[in-house]
T-cell receptor
Framework: GAGVSQSPSNKVTEKGKDVELRCDPISGHTALYWYRQSLGQGLEFLIYFQGNSAPDKSGLPSDRFSAERTGGSVSTLTIQRTQQEDSAVYLC????????????FGEGSRLTVL | GENVEQHPSTLSVQEGDSAVIKCTYSDSASNYFPWYKQELGKRPQLIIDIRSNVGEKKDQRIAVTLNKTAKHFSLHITETQPEDSAVYFCAAEDSGTYKYIFGTGTRLKVLA
């Protein structure tokens, strides 16, 4: 596609429910990142995928968070048993084969946990 | 791992004045430092970047300087305009991991 697509754009859920956030990166981008942006905060690294390599999960805040990337393209971030502190904007970004270079961000998925 | 600190958190300048945002990083092996601009309700977008083999880079009204010895880099915006109002993030690549560690952002307000 022309850009990075994320869905849903907004998600309101009740505490304890599971949520799935989807990212569809730019075709050909082998690197894919998930970041979390809490209100007034910076961009917190969550997880990084590169091609067929094992993902770097070092930023996931707890075992309630997981992500997968199927076929080197679409990625899903899953949050189980959501808590109020999970409320944030979840941003997906892709990058080309050079690794060190521009990140192309999606518009984000705003998650609100009541 | 890499740690990036960014100052100030908010910055207000009069239209036409200059704005400077500063960042420090911890990993002396880092070699790539991008700056992103995020307008209200929009996605972050790259505005300029610098690699460790140069000390300064300019693109029209924006410039970035890098001091590897001191492990800090700065964004300079000259002749600010209202459309420069946004949140600016610095970042550094966590060397060898391809992770980009971001600062906490600077909200720039350009007053007309």
């Amino acid at each position: 596609g022309a850009g990075v697509s994320q869905s849903p754009s907004n998600k309101v859920t009740e505490k304890g429910k599971d949520v799935e956030l989807r990212c569809d990166p730019i075709s050909g981008h082998t690197a894919l990142y998930w970041y979390r942006q809490s209100l007034g905060q910076g961009l917190e690294f969550l997880i990084y995928f590169q091609g067929n390599s094992a993902p770097d999960k070092s930023g996931l805040p707890s075992d309630r968070f997981s992500a997968e990337r199927t076929g080197g393209s679409v990625s899903t971030l899953t949050i189980q048993r959501t808590q109020q502190e999970d409320s944030a904007v979840y941003l997906c970004a892709g990058a080309g084969t050079s690794n060190t270079g521009e990140l192309f961000f999606g518009e984000g998925s705003r998650l609100t946990v009541l | 791992g890499e740690n990036v600190e960014q100052h100030p958190s908010t910055l207000s300048v009069q239209e036409g004045d200059s704005a400077v945002i500063k960042c420090t990083y911890s990993d002396s092996a880092s070699n790539y430092f991008p700056w992103y601009k995020q307008e209200l309700g929009k996605r972050p977008q790259l505005i300029i970047d610098i690699r460790s083999n140069v000390g300064e880079k300019k693109d029209q009204r924006i410039a970035v300087t890098l001091n590897k010895t001191a492990k800090h880099f700065s964004l300079h915006i000259t002749e600010t305009q209202p459309e420069d109002s946004a949140v600016y993030f610095c970042a550094a690549e966590d060397s060898g991991t391809y992770k980009y560690i971001f600062g906490t952002g600077t909200r720039l307000k350009v007053l007309a």
